[in-house]
């Protein structure tokens, strides 16, 4: 596999050719230059990374493909025998994955290590959310889950950054969360100087009343924490109509408040879950209130693991300025330092010495918390880090296993050190 550096632009000045190919979802080679399948290419404007793009076929003459002609002459770019086209699938970067890569112009094949790791992680974090969007699309419903700090619910709310038309709505589950705050109930209302009750739409279903009046828009649910209700007490019986395979008026109920519903409401006839709503649940595997989600609940969902290792890819400048500004520059500078630190620690989680499974390792919205202490000295930073952020969640998964002290100075050592300890 061949790594390349495509330049979009004709000179200073000339016209940009980028969005021809992002729209025709191809690439193009000049006389020469040949890409095979399965070649990545940077598409760069200047010396800005535009995004990335997997050769998908075998070149074709650009002649060959009339309809082109008119796009090639708005950019200026050359429709003759020496151009070839290379069906291409290409991924735009959010304007905040952009980076800079100053080489010369025209296409280049890519050597520089530091960008090679750069497209790898970029590549990690585009390829999973397209991976992550296909599932839900095909499911309707699905479940983020794994090892804490991992970035799940972060990932749930950016699935489809790029796109224009989504909505994304948010609530967090917990024990006395129930069905009136999730789908409707009664809530006290003064009239008249009088106490009364009204019939009040829950967070669901008021979402899903917006997500009917705009069919062609994407609408995520995002339940945060899902497997910390009552599943049973919050859905009742939507278990029935968020099922992938009742969507839509098809899948219309009677809700338990139904006959107070309103002549103009437009779920008076009965409720259900528009065909365009998405539902995504978090949640840790090592809670111990997994193990509560019913087997119904379960079968209406599709599961999938974002792991600690995966997890890396958050560990951007962007992010780092989210937690600390004033120290997202210093602290991204470490970022190979944390990654081994983080790496070390987490293989120590799941040695036999320690003997915990995947689940306890530790993902990287913890270690993100080092650009709160990167104005200090080095060491100094990263003992913080342990001491106020990863030393107790530590100490939790070390508890009642016997051996605890012990335990604890190993993973400290690996920490430390950045590699896991010979037993």
């Given amino acids: 596999m061949n790594v390349w550096k495509l330049g979009c632009r004709w000179g ?19 006389h020469g230059k040949k890409y095979k399948i399965g070649d990545w290419i940077l598409l760069t404007d200047g010396h800005t990374v535009l995004a990335f793009a997997k050769i998908l076929a075998n070149p074709k003459p650009i002649i060959d493909y009339v309809l082109f002609e008119e796009d090639c002459r708005k950019s200026e770019l050359p429709f003759n025998e020496d151009i070839d086209i290379y069906k291409a699938e290409i991924t735009p970067l959010n304007e905040c994955d952009r980076f800079l890569y100053q080489t010369q112009q025209g ?22 959310k397209k991976e992550i969007r296909t599932l839900l699309e095909s499911n309707k419903n699905m479940i983020l889950h794994g090892a804490p700090g991992t970035g799940k619910t972060y990932l ?50 008021a979402f899903c009343k917006e997500a ?11 339940i945060d924490e899902i497997n910390r209700g009552d599943m049973s007490k919050i859905f009742g019986e939507l278990f029935f109509s968020i099922d992938p395979g009742y969507r839509g008026e098809k ?39 997994v193990e509560s989600m019913d087997f119904a609940m379960r079968r209406r969902f599709a599961f999938m693991e ?6 890396q890819s958050m560990l951007t400048l962007e992010a780092f300025n989210d937690v600390s500004a004033k120290n997202a520059d210093k602290a991204y500078t470490e970022v190979e330092d944390i990654k081994g ?36 000295e080095k060491e100094q930073a990263f003992n913080s880090l342990w001491n106020n952020h990863l030393k107790s969640i530590l100490t939790e998964y070390l508890r009642g296993t016997g051996e605890e002290s012990s335990k604890m100075e190993r993973l400290k050592a690996a920490y430390d050190n950045g590699k896991a300890q010979n037993n």
């Fill in 156 to 205: 749930a709310r950016h699935i489809y950054d790029g796109r224009a038309e989504y909505v994304i709505g948010f609530v967090q589950f917990h024990p006395s969360y129930d069905y009136t705050d999730f789908v409707e109930g009664l809530r006290p209302k003064e009239k008249d100087d009088q106490i009364g009750f009204e019939r009040i739409d829950g967070v669901f279903k």
């Fill in 306 to 311: 974002i792991t600690a290792q995966e997890s």
């Fill in 212 to 222: 009917k009046n705009h069919p062609d828009t994407i609408y995520v649910f995002i």
């Fill in 251 to 289: 899948g219309q109920i009677y809700t338990q408040y139904q006959n107070l519903v309103k002549d103009d409401d437009v779920f008076k006839k009965g409720f259900y879950v528009p065909d365009n709503v998405y539902i995504i649940g978090t949640m840790n595997d090592i809670d111990r209130s």
């Fill in 341 to 376: 630190k983080m790496n070390a620690l987490n293989a120590e989680i799941t040695s036999t010495a320690i003997g915990l499974s995947s689940d306890y390792q530790i993902g990287a919205a913890y270690f993100l918390k080092y650009a709160l202490y990167a104005d200090q």
């Fill in 107 to 128: 296409i280049i094949k890519i050597w520089n290590e530091d960008v090679l790791n750069k497209l790898e992680t970029i590549k990690l974090k585009y390829m999973r």
């Fill in 12 to 30: 200073s000045g000339k016209p940009l050719f980028y969005n021809f190919l992002v729209a025709r979802q191809v690439v193009v080679g000049w």
